[in-house]
């Protein structure tokens, strides 16, 4: 099998047409005369896709082996080998997301701050993101914060802050500031059919104007990125316009992890980049493209449900008219067929690995009078003497087994 869709001739079969299936293992397909839908027996999943290959969204699979589709004019239909039954679905509905798959999960934070000295440290502070209560998939059951921090502040990008602070740290000790969190995490799903996406003048002026400005990471007057969000323009919708841009990163931007968060023009000159390069890269090409977009970041289990994760993770968000702000995350790394790179639209468990997949702690537009152009944690502290000076941050999961 190729994993293909062939346009035929009906009058005698030639190929006029073929793109990729979305993922590897098609088995059934109909059209309801806008998309086709094409159902996948290994990802158990029925994808809506265009007539140019393109994977919109996708919903899972009613039975565990799809074989066959159908539509009626209103409702698809699905036929599952394995359980010898047909399933009659909606083809669209007035949801605009689902999340399910709830976990509880306990997530400690730490960052620590380490002085080898031979000089001290004075008014160290650690800024500490404070996730959301609740999110579309994300509850905060309980919190506690350790130690208690010296105050709560707000960004100019509405994160809340706890603020951490102490006196001194002299040669050879350290100091840390983090919390324990009670949450629970589910997967979430957006459903997003363009044209139901409103239009570039139907989201609120106080986004526009907050989310359109430039940043120094991202630099959207360079002549390169101008360039390319001009070729960007020419798309009207805002869910293709995002999504074209998506794929510019994905296709120009080589996922890898060097170190240093160098400015977008940078970025995409050099075509490799970590993630948040990655996101800095996105948001440039959407906000000179006239499209408000911000990142969204926190940590992401490691291999196990119990795990350390200390690379953590940061991702694009882009602002929708009709559906608010919708997670796109330019570094992904599932490959880039059809059904992965959807995966990074809409959804949170791109990143793969097992259950829950990510946790948020912060929202961003740029420079955060507090974090800076970091997520999760940051530090700062004056320098008496020459200091030898080594920061550690951390994240520990642990999932339970029920909901």
Same mark, same amino acid.
């Given at each position: 099998?190729?994993?293909?869709?062939?346009?035929?001739?009906?009058?005698?079969?030639?190929?006029?047409?073929?793109?990729?299936?979305?993922?590897?293992?098609?088995?059934?397909?109909?059209?309801?005369?806008?998309?086709?839908?094409?159902?996948?027996?290994?990802?158990?999943?029925?994808?809506?896709?265009?007539?140019?290959?393109?994977?919109?969204?996708?919903?899972?699979?009613?039975?565990?082996?799809?074989?066959?589709?159908?539509? *009626? !004019?209103?409702?698809?239909? =699905?036929? +599952?080998?394995?359980? %010898?039954? /047909?399933? @009659?679905?909606?083809?669209?509905?007035?949801?605009?997301?689902?999340?399910?798959?709830?976990?509880?999960?306990?997530?400690?934070?730490?960052?620590?701050?380490?002085?080898?000295?031979?000089?001290?440290?004075?008014?160290?502070?650690?800024?500490?993101?404070?996730?959301?209560?609740?999110?579309?998939?994300?509850?905060?059951?309980?919190?506690?914060?350790?130690?208690?921090?010296?105050?709560?502040?707000?960004?100019?990008?509405?994160?809340?802050?706890?603020?951490?602070?102490?006196?001194?740290?002299?040669?050879?000790?350290?100091?840390?500031?983090?919390?324990?969190?009670?949450?629970?995490?589910?997967?979430?799903?957006?459903?997003?059919?363009?044209?139901?996406?409103?239009?570039?003048?139907?989201?609120?002026?106080?986004?526009?104007?907050?989310?359109?400005? *430039? !940043?120094?990471?991202?630099? =959207?007057? +360079?002549?390169?990125? %101008?360039? /390319?969000? @001009?070729?960007?323009?020419?798309?009207?919708?805002?869910?293709?316009?995002?999504?074209?841009?998506?794929?510019?990163?994905?296709?120009?931007?080589?996922?890898?992890?060097?170190?240093?968060?160098?400015?977008?023009?940078?970025?995409?000159?050099?075509?490799?980049?970590?993630?948040?390069?990655?996101?800095?890269?996105?948001?440039?090409?959407?906000?000179?493209?006239?499209?408000?977009?911000?990142?969204?970041?926190?940590?992401?289990?490691?291999?196990?449900?119990?795990?350390?994760?200390?690379?953590?993770?940061?991702?694009?968000?882009?602002?929708?008219?009709?559906?608010?702000?919708?997670?796109?995350?330019?570094?992904?790394?599932?490959?880039?067929?059809?059904?992965?790179?959807?995966?990074?639209?809409?959804?949170?468990?791109?990143?793969?690995?097992?259950?829950? !997949?990510?946790?948020?702690?912060?929202?961003?537009?740029?420079?955060?009078?507090?974090?800076?152009?970091?997520?999760?944690?940051?530090?700062?502290?004056?320098?008496?003497?020459?200091?030898?000076?080594?920061?550690?941050?951390?994240?520990?999961?642990?999932?339970?087994?029920?909901?």
């Amino acid at each position: 099998a190729d994993n293909m869709i062939y346009k035929l001739n009906p009058e005698d079969g030639a190929v006029i047409g073929c793109f990729r299936a979305p993922s590897r293992d098609p088995r059934g397909l109909c059209y309801d005369g806008k998309y086709l839908w094409v159902s996948d027996r290994t990802a158990d999943e029925v994808y809506m896709v265009t007539t140019d290959g393109t994977a919109v969204l996708s919903f899972r699979s009613p039975g565990p082996f799809a074989v066959g589709l159908a539509y *009626d !004019g209103k409702f698809i239909w =699905i036929s +599952d080998f394995q359980k %010898r039954e /047909i399933y @009659k679905t909606k083809r669209e509905d007035d949801e605009r997301y689902s999340v399910s798959d709830w976990k509880r999960a306990k997530i400690e934070l730490r960052h620590i701050v380490r002085n080898s000295g031979p000089g001290r440290l004075e008014d160290v502070r650690i800024f500490l993101a404070v996730p959301p209560k609740k999110l579309e998939n994300q509850e905060i059951l309980d919190i506690k914060f350790s130690p208690e921090p010296e105050k709560f502040a707000v960004d100019r990008w509405g994160q809340k802050v706890a603020i951490c602070r102490f006196p001194e740290v002299g040669p050879g000790e350290e100091v840390s500031a983090g919390y324990v969190a009670e949450v629970r995490i589910g997967v979430l799903r957006y459903y997003i059919f363009p044209e139901k996406v409103g239009s570039l003048n139907d989201i609120p002026k106080d986004i526009r104007k907050k989310y359109l400005a *430039d !940043g120094t990471r991202y630099r =959207i007057d +360079d002549p390169l990125i %101008r360039r /390319i969000a @001009k070729r960007m323009k020419k798309e009207e919708n805002p869910y293709w316009m995002a999504r074209k841009i998506h794929n510019y990163v994905l296709k120009h931007v080589r996922y890898e992890a060097a170190g240093g968060w160098d400015a977008a023009p940078v970025v995409l000159r050099r075509g490799s980049g970590s993630c948040s390069e990655s996101a800095f890269a996105f948001i440039a090409l959407c906000r000179a493209a006239g499209l408000p977009a911000r990142f969204e970041a926190g940590s992401l289990i490691r291999g196990d449900l119990r795990s350390v994760d200390y690379d953590n993770h940061r991702w694009g968000e882009v602002y929708l008219p009709n559906y608010g702000w919708v997670p796109f995350d330019p570094s992904i790394g599932k490959g880039h067929n059809p059904a992965g790179v959807l995966k990074a639209v809409g959804r949170s468990d791109v990143i793969g690995g097992p259950h829950p !997949g990510l946790f948020v702690t912060t929202h961003g537009g740029g420079d955060s009078e507090y974090l800076g152009w970091e997520y999760n944690s940051r530090a700062m502290y004056t320098l008496r003497g020459r200091c030898d000076v080594k920061e550690g941050r951390y994240f520990l999961w642990d999932v339970s087994e029920t909901p």
